[in-house]
């Protein structure tokens, strides 16, 4: 197995040494990890970048990892959270898991320990299918729609919905993504490539085309949300936009 080709981790704890310590191993062991120095560091980063575990602290001297946990699921951010701590009494646990954790490591806590529990959440992660609801090779369903991959074709329940090149090819990675809210930039690179001449302002243009073909009422949307700081997301059908 290569280099950093099992996973990407991203890391915020208010401790340097420590996101140094935890960032070495794991990159011994073929992960690739980022690191966050805080909050808006975090926020930057997830809305730039897809990484498919977060490891977080919950005392921090500005947010804490709890509000930061719940505001990321208020978000509909679905990455698979793994909570440091302090703290060992079973009420915080049980907190933490409430406002979305998946797993909880007190400190000090050993590395191999730490590796188990990414391993066994990444498993799951990839056994659930996190965000992709798959129906068939190639085809993803949201609430009414159903997109397939393979022949290039979006059906609701009035039959097909026609869609140009682009559009089609910004909604598969939305869709490919449900859930989960991609940046104007992420967009760009994953529709276009990383040094596609593409702007942003693009990218809002063919949400508002999508959005006039999917959406009863377009100025409110309930499939593709517009998040605040982080870009947009699909989702089923049934939130309201941010």
């Known amino acids: 197995m290569t280099e950093h080709d099992k996973g990407k981790i991203l890391i915020l704890d208010d401790e340097p040494e420590l996101r140094a310590l935890v960032g070495t191993y794991l990159g011994s062991r073929g992960y690739e990890v980022r690191q966050a120095a805080d909050d808006n560091h975090l926020y930057r980063l997830l809305a730039r970048e897809r990484f498919d575990l977060l490891i977080l602290d919950v005392m921090m001297p500005w947010e804490d990892g709890l509000s930061i946990c719940k505001r990321l699921r208020l978000d509909g951010e679905t990455i698979p959270i793994l909570m440091l701590t302090a703290r060992s009494e079973t009420l915080d646990r049980i907190l933490g898991l409430e406002m979305g954790a998946d797993d909880y490591l007190g400190k000090p806590f050993e590395p191999r320990e730490l590796l188990a529990r990414i391993e066994a959440l990444l498993r799951r992660q ?28 979006l059906v609701g329940d009035n039959g097909p919905v026609s869609l140009n090149s682009a559009e089609f090819s910004l909604l598969h990675v939305l869709a490919a993504n449900l859930g989960r809210a991609l940046s104007r ?31 009863v009422d377009p ?9 605040r700081g982080r870009g947009y997301m699909l989702t089923e059908g049934g939130d309201q936009a941010q």
Do not use: W
């Not at 930039?185 to 999917?214: F, M, N, P, W």
């Not at 100025?219 to 998040?227: E, R, S, V």
């Open 126 to 153: 990839h056994l659930l299918g996190a965000h992709i609801n798959k129906v068939g090779d190639g085809c993803i369903e949201f609430g009414k729609f159903r997109l397939d991959g393979s022949n290039r074709r």
């Open 185 to 215: 930039e992420k967009l760009i690179e994953l529709t276009h490539g990383r040094d596609a001449d593409v702007t942003e302002r693009s990218i809002d243009v063919q949400i508002l085309r999508l959005r006039r073909l999917l959406e």
């Open 219 to 227: 100025a409110n949307p309930k499939y593709i949300l517009t998040m």
